[in-house]
C-alpha cells in the first residue's frame, strides 16, 4: 500500500459547517413549521450585476465564433484585465504594480493554499486567531508549526505583530477580518511590515473583503504601506466584491521586490517561483469569467457592484444597531459583511448557537469553528436579503432583550 501524507491526520477535523447542517437539521425535524433564517454563511446573497452577466454572454457568444474561438489563455491572466486591474486597483490609488507582478487564479483560497508550497517545509508560521481555516490546514498538511496570535478585544481584533522578538517566516493577515470584521489601519500595516522586513519574514495580506472598507482613509492595500514591495504578497478576490463565489475570479500580486532565500543563501525571486509554479499546474482562469471580472471595473459594472456592497453594508448596519438594543456587545460590520458579537453571559460559542436557534430560528456561526481565541464569541454574516435581516433582528431582539 501507498504511504499517505501523515500530515493530513494532523488536521483538526473539519467539523464546523458540518456540525452546524447537523444542528439545523435536527432542529428542523423536531420544529418541521419554524422558518430558518439563515446569517451564517460566507457566501453573497444577491444575482450577478448585469454588467457581469452581459460580459460573461457576450464573451461566450464570442467563443461560438470563428474568429473570436480561443482555447488555453496565458495562464498568468489575459492582458486586458490584468491591465484594468493594474489601473483601477492600484494606479488610481497611487501604488504601481507590474503587469507581471499580477497572476489571475480562480479563488483567493486556492493562491491562499498554494502559496506555502514555494517555501520550505522548515518555515515557521503565524497566524491571527479566530482565522480564516485555509491558512492554517494548508500549512497543517505541508507539516508545518503554526503560532497564534490572539485577536481580542484589548487589541481591538487587530493583533500583532508581536513585540517580544518572536519571529516567523510567514505570516498572514486578513483584513477587513473573516470572521472578526475587524480592519487594519494604516499604522498596524506599517508595524507588520517593519516586522516582516527586521525579521526577513514575507507577509501573505489577504484582501478579500477590500471593496467593503467604508473609510477612504484605511488602506485597501498592503502596497499602499511603504517597504510592503519588498516583504508582501496580496490576495484579492472578486468573489465578495462583485458575486463572483460560483464563477471564480481572483488574482495574487508578487512583487519583483520580494525574495526568498536558500539554504546556501542564495537570494531568490518569489514571483518568478510562483510563476513557476503557476505555468506548471495551472491553465488558467476561462476566458468568459476574465471578461466577466473586467465588466467589474466598467463604469456600469463599478456602480452596480458598488451598489450590491452598500446593500450588504446597510444589512450589516442594521444588525450592529439592532443587536446592541438587545443589549449585546458587536464588533465589526463597519468595513466588513461580518458581525462579531460577545456571547451572553460569556457562554460557549457552541451553546449560544442552539440557543439562537432554538429562541430566534436564526442560524449564525460559532466563534469557536475559527481557533481557540473564537471562543466566546459569534458570527453574523450581512449577506442576506434585506427582509431575512430585519426579520432576525426583530426576532432576536424578543428573545433577547431582557436578558
Ligand atoms: C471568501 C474569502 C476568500 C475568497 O475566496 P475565493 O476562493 O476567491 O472565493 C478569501 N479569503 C477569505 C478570508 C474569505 O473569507
Redesign the pocket.
Known amino acids: 500500500m501507498a504511504r499517505i501524507n501523515e500530515h493530513y491526520l494532523d488536521l483538526a477535523a473539519g467539523y464546523l459547517f458540518p456540525e452546524i447542517g447537523r444542528r439545523v437539521t435536527a432542529f428542523r425535524q423536531a420544529e418541521p413549521q419554524a422558518r430558518i433564517l439563515r446569517l451564517g454563511v460566507?457566501d453573497v446573497a444577491l444575482p450577478l450585476a448585469p454588467a457581469v452577466s452581459e460580459a460573461l454572454q457576450r464573451a461566450a457568444a464570442e467563443l461560438a465564433t470563428g474568429d473570436g474561438f480561443r482555447g488555453y489563455g496565458p495562464e498568468r491572466g489575459y492582458d486586458f484585465l490584468i491591465e484594468a486591474i493594474r489601473q483601477h486597483d492600484y494606479a488610481a490609488r497611487g501604488t504601481e504594480i507590474a503587469a507581471d507582478e499580477i497572476f489571475i487564479?480562480?479563488?483567493?483560497?486556492?493562491?491562499?493554499g498554494n502559496l506555502q508550497e514555494i517555501f520550505a517545509t522548515a518555515c515557521s508560521v503565524m497566524v491571527t486567531d479566530p482565522v480564516?481555516p485555509?491558512y492554517v490546514d494548508t500549512n497543517v498538511m505541508a507539516g508545518r508549526e503554526i503560532q497564534y496570535l490572539p485577536a481580542t478585544e484589548a487589541n481591538g481584533f487587530a493583533p500583532g505583530p508581536p513585540e517580544d522578538g518572536a519571529r516567523a517566516d510567514l505570516a498572514y493577515l486578513?483584513s477587513p477580518?473573516?470572521p472578526t470584521g475587524g480592519v487594519l489601519s494604516r499604522a498596524a500595516l506599517a508595524r507588520w511590515v517593519a516586522w516582516a522586513r527586521d525579521c526577513g519574514a514575507v507577509l501573505i495580506f489577504?484582501a478579500?473583503?477590500d471593496a467593503y472598507i467604508s473609510d477612504p482613509a484605511l488602506p485597501r492595500s498592503i502596497y499602499e504601506v511603504d517597504g510592503a514591495r519588498e516583504c508582501a504578497i496580496e490576495?484579492r478576490?472578486?468573489?465578495?466584491r462583485a458575486g463572483?463565489?460560483g464563477l471564480?475570479?481572483?488574482y495574487c500580486v508578487v512583487p519583483s521586490a520580494c525574495t526568498g532565500r536558500t539554504a546556501a543563501g542564495g537570494e531568490v525571486s518569489l514571483r518568478d517561483l510562483w510563476a513557476r509554479r503557476q505555468a506548471t499546474k495551472f491553465n488558467g482562469v476561462p476566458y468568459i469569467v476574465q471578461r466577466a471580472a473586467a465588466a467589474v471595473f466598467s463604469p456600469e459594472g463599478r456602480q452596480q457592484t458598488e451598489a450590491q456592497i452598500a446593500y450588504y453594508m446597510e444589512n450589516a448596519r442594521r444588525l450592529r444597531e439592532g443587536l446592541r438594543k438587545a443589549g449585546f456587545a458587536v464588533f465589526g460590520g463597519e468595513h466588513a459583511p461580518y458581525l462579531w458579537l460577545r456571547t451572553p453571559n460569556a457562554d460557549p460559542s457552541w451553546d449560544f448557537f442552539d440557543r439562537l436557534l432554538r429562541q430566534a430560528q436564526v442560524v449564525g456561526t460559532p466563534g469557536a469553528g475559527f481557533g481557540p481565541a473564537g471562543e466566546g464569541y459569534f458570527r453574523l454574516s450581512a449577506f442576506a436579503d434585506r427582509e431575512t435581516v430585519d426579520e432576525a433582528i426583530t426576532r432576536i431582539q424578543r428573545a433577547f432583550a431582557h436578558g
Do not use: E, M
Request: aromatic residues 14%.
Open positions: 460566507g487564479s480562480d479563488g483567493s483560497k486556492q493562491d491562499a480564516y485555509v486578513c477580518n473573516n489577504d478579500a473583503y490576495l478576490s472578486f468573489s465578495k463572483f463565489t471564480r475570479c481572483a
